[in-house]
T-cell receptor, first 118, second 116 residues
Framework: AQTVTQSQPEMSVQEAETVTLSCTYD???????LFWYKQPPSRQMILVIR??????QNATENRFSVNFQKAAKSFSLKISDSQLGDAAMYFC???????????????FGTGTRLTIIP | KAGVTQTPRYLIKTRGQQVTLSCSPI?????VSWYQQTPGQGLQFLFE???????NKGNFPGRFSGRQFSNSRSEMNVSTLELGDSALYLC???????????????FGPGTRLLVL
């Protein structure tokens, strides 16, 4: 079974600075998907960014970008120009491709709580 | 386009009771998945429904069940509630089957269930 590890329970960053959240995963599959979700105090889970393992290029979404290192099984999230609204719990998640019955669900890490310091 | 909606948002029940939670996916989405979130266990997958059929199931006891209707709305039922069932229950929808290439799941705001 796949596992996702987020080793930083809490992180903090000054407003307007850059912060990187770490995520590693364990899998024997070559094709899969990786996601970062954000969960603010409202508890709504919001998709931040996704990465498909077969794509070499790192995904970016405005101020959010990932560093995907397939060989190292690492998938870190970089948030540039941090804003107060970025304060939330961030979850890294893994999904197998369809066809791998029983594993198409999202497997989540334990989350990293990000605090933005004004 | 409206997002995923879940009702009710908050619920208080007592042990032994049963509860039904509802999830309406984004319009046009046919897949609905359910997750349980607790401080101790984190986010755990319950099940996925697509075209009224359960396609995938997590490691939960039979007290947890679900169904999906022809309009893709889904309900989740928990019978004989236990204290440990207190959690945030999240549902997520996607256009096609979860895990299909290009698919992304979008989450609802969750239903917070407290069992006393």
């Amino acid at each position: 079974a796949q596992t996702v590890t987020q080793s930083q329970p809490e992180m903090s960053v000054q407003e307007a600075e850059t912060v990187t959240l770490s995520c590693t995963y364990d899998t024997s599959e070559s094709d899969y998907y990786l996601f970062w979700y954000k969960q603010p105090p409202s508890r709504q889970m919001i998709l931040v960014i996704r990465q498909e393992a077969y794509k070499q290029q790192n995904a970016t979404e405005n101020r959010f970008s990932v560093n995907f290192q397939k060989a190292a099984k690492s998938f870190s999230l970089k948030i540039s120009d941090s804003q107060l609204g970025d304060a939330a719990m961030y979850f890294c998640a893994y999904r197998s491709p369809r066809g791998n019955f029983g594993n198409e669900k999202l497997t989540f890490g334990t989350g990293t709580r990000l605090t933005i310091i004004p | 386009k409206a997002g995923v909606t879940q009702t009710p948002r908050y619920l208080i029940k007592t042990r032994g009771q049963q509860v039904t939670l509802s999830c309406s996916p984004i319009s046009g989405h046919r897949s609905v998945s359910w997750y349980q979130q607790t401080p101790g266990q984190g986010l755990q997958f319950l099940f996925e429904y697509f075209s009224e059929t359960q396609r995938n199931k997590g490691n939960f006891p039979g007290r947890f069940s679900g169904r999906q209707f022809s309009n893709s709305r889904s309900e989740m039922n928990v019978s004989t509630l236990e204290l440990g069932d207190s959690a945030l229950y999240l549902c997520a929808s996607s256009l096609g089957l979860a895990g299909s290439r290009g698919e992304t799941q979008y989450f609802g705001p969750g239903t917070r269930l407290l069992v006393l």
